[in-house]
DNA sequence: TTGAAAGCGCTAACAG
DNA sequence: CTGTTAGCGCTTTCAA
């Protein structure tokens, strides 16, 4: 009996018969052949069926961002659906070890809001397989993006703080660039972000800020590496302390703003009269609490990402899916409280 | 030059001159050559560099569930510090095709509770690779399991129940077994339950109850096929419904306990004076609810499972790892109401 | 240090 | 319907 025979039997059941293919299936349990390798065959096929997935963070972090986990879950749907495995590549973000990437048997990658110049993207380029990014970096070519407009959806976010009588504004925002930056960010360190969300959303609120007349140089902004809540707890309270005359903190991330809420809640601040808050990314803990935030399609990008990737038959299909983001005014934003009003307790 | 030095370019720069290294990378770089085939790599040395993780549910599931995200957290941890990649196998838990199990490129299973005789898993174990099982199914030879004592915890819980003086308890529990049965589950079905855990841990609450005199005929199990909060509410009225007489809701999770939660908040009912609610898991839902329940570290049993998998240096370990369970006293539990106490509202 | 040869396990042409 | 042949791209002895 020859290999073709016994590859038909387990592949092609219709190349031959009935009999003869339980025949063979019998004979393979019989001598305790565990069915064809399945690397061999990937080799031979030239398909992992497996899509590859790459972080910023370490693998584990993202299993605790929820906005993340939104993302997984569209994407592992995706994967499901064409039956491809979804590899999750073992990166250390702190260290440019980069053989992960070249380890990982996969038809393609999936990348998801890493930071521009990130040796492991650049790694994951060098690979003759066809790359999505999901958010970040944005502009690389050749590499379909999927991604909302943060700069758009600020500026509305931006707008409505304006609207409700707010100049005197402070923002709390995600990592900028690089090193383990953990307070203010100047206008220097701002422009040269490595992270065109955190700048995209910046310029948007400048710009909704600029129309009502605010300065920017004025608009204290302050950064924190980590993204947890805690960190955003940790930020408002130094934000607050240096600029007492604040009447909203706007955050570039739900989970910053909970921290701020948390902040809030053990100071006594009444939220919103006596600070507004708000967000961005509309996760359901931030729902939960009514936050005011940017509600974005976490899962829809999640899948959109998976499909680009793997419904790769059509040509000349948008190489850029922009998803639609909207404006969800909760509890915690409100009328800017009269200038007179300071808190000596901050 | 030959293929050896190239190969040796890439992978033991100690075996070649580093002028020569830089020669030949350089010239790779030129021709458009990305580097050694991960796939053919793999192939010869007889190493994927990846576990592959096998859920019962559909992969997006898993990103819901609190206690899921723990555990890959955990599994992901211990990949990351292996140098592994961590492959989400694609499998339709309803549909029984095995296909992607035999098609991952891994050098090992990890199998996060599942039922007995699934499928999926029995491809697994097919499979010429090691496996470690997470909590089910228990007793399979050969494959090496981490979980806690769920018999053990649910005895704990159930005594503390007994001796705040509740006789009259109904159970809510997860799937028990084939078929998407929603609704009381006799003795029959308990019994014949797929899903060890469940089964275990309904045992362990018969049996305090047992110590107290009271005949477990006679204490109303309602399971549920989706595990959701909105499951846990409907289920929790409908046990109340049929039993108004009951002074405590014993969920085997802490997701169906949230529902109890949110039943017995929408029906004006006091947890715990009216009524108590108990959960298991401890998941960070739940400690914020204050609830009373078992907390077992779903992180450490993904650390567990992983390290079990890939540090397989030492021979003769245990094959399997039983982790601490705590029963948490929260603020969902107190004494038992009166006896003449009914709630005809419900 | 470098090169030649062997083969990991499989599938896809093609010929019978 | 079945068998023969030829690699997929790599690493690893082993010899030069």
Redesign the interface.
Known sequence: MSRTTVSNAYNRPDQLSAPLRARVLEAARRLGY??????????RTRR???V?LLLTE???Y???DPAA??F???L??A??RA????????V?PELADV??V????VDGFVVYSVQEDDPHFKAVL???VPTVVCDQPIGVEGVDRVGVDDRAAMLAMGRHLAELGHRRIGVLCMRLGPGRHNGPADEARQAGATYPVQRQRLAGLREAFAEAGVDWAAVPVHERFEHSVDAGQSATAELLAAHPDLTAVVCTSDILALGALRHAAQHDLSVPDDLTVTGFDGVPEAMRAALTTIRQPVLEKGRAAGELLLERGERNRPRTVTLPTELVVGATSGPARAPERFFSGW
Not at 83 to 90: K, N, R, T, W, Y
């Open positions: 565990p069915g064809p390798d399945p690397v061999a065959r990937s080799l992992a069926g497996a590859g370490a693998l584990s993202a299993f605790r986990t939104g997984l879950e569209g592992a749907l994967c499901e039956g491809s495995g979804l590899l999750l590549v073992p250390s053989t992960a070249h380890q990982a048997g060098e690979r003759p």
